[in-house]
T-cell receptor, first 105, second 117 residues
Framework: GIQVEQSPPDLILQEGANSTLRCNFS?????LQWFHQNPWGQLINLFY???GTKQNGRLSATTVATERYSLLYISSSQTTDSGVYFC???????FGTGTSLTVIP | GAVVSQHPSRVICKSGTSVKIECRSL??????MFWYRQFPKQSLMLMAT?????????EQGVEKDKFLINHASLTLSTLTVTSAHPEDSSFYIC?????????????FGEGSRLTVL
């Protein structure tokens, strides 16, 4: 199957800081989605972004499909942004390794 | 967005018993649903693709006789963990496509946490 790697694996930020999370995938994909998993395990849809750029408030994402990567930008981070961020790709949605984000006040 | 609901959210059972988890698409029809398993501090691993009216497609290494999947209607897929053992304890999550938004967008249930004693 497709290999999906995310970086960094762990990230600690001061509240108000900006960050960039990366998702690399090993093959061409037609589907890519970013999720935030909250402490209760619920997956929250952030972006469905197989290509191009989207923005939603403090979050934005860019996927460069030809180069097989996607980036998730978090600006002015808040403590509520803490959790694990996953990207998932392909028809069946193979999940990446995840980035665990901790925002400290 | 579309709503996918799982039940139960938590289940504790004795070793050797079978447990059924339901996944429902509440406001849309889903010809395909997916089942995932997540161990603590790990990513989600795709177990199988559930197709309405036909057999599920299992990922390599997933025992189809252990994890029975039935997709009997366009709004319901079930995962039955047969003869559960402590190593089956995990967080099981389902997802479905077709709930509006972008055609390929996937929507996830709340997950079901299984503990086998």
């Amino acid at each position: 199957g497709i290999q999906v790697e995310q970086s960094p694996p762990d990230l600690i930020l001061q509240e108000g800081a900006n960050s960039t999370l990366r998702c690399n995938f090993s093959d061409s994909v037609n589907n890519l989605q970013w999720f935030h998993q909250n402490p209760w395990g619920q997956l929250i849809n952030l972006f469905y972004i197989p290509s191009g750029t989207k923005q939603n408030g403090r979050l934005s994402a860019t996927t460069v499909a030809t180069e097989r990567y996607s980036l998730l930008y978090i600006s002015s981070s808040q403590t509520t942004d803490s959790g694990v961020y996953f990207c998932a790709v392909a028809v069946q949605f193979y999940f990446g390794t995840g980035t665990s984000l901790t925002v400290i006040p | 967005g579309a709503v996918v609901s799982q039940h139960p959210s938590r289940v504790i059972c004795k070793s050797g018993t079978s447990v059924k988890i339901e996944c429902r698409s509440l406001d849309f029809q889903a010809t395909t649903m997916f089942w995932y398993r997540q161990f603590p501090k790990q990513s989600l691993m795709l177990m199988a693709t559930s197709n309405e009216g036909s057999k599920a497609t299992y990922e390599q290494g997933v025992e189809k006789d252990k994890f029975l999947i039935n997709h009997a209607s366009l709004t319901l897929s079930t995962l039955t963990v047969t003869s559960a053992h402590p190593e089956d304890s995990s967080f099981y999550i389902c997802s479905a496509r077709g709930g509006g938004g972008s055609p390929g967008e996937l929507f996830f249930g709340e997950g079901s946490r299984l503990t086998v004693l």
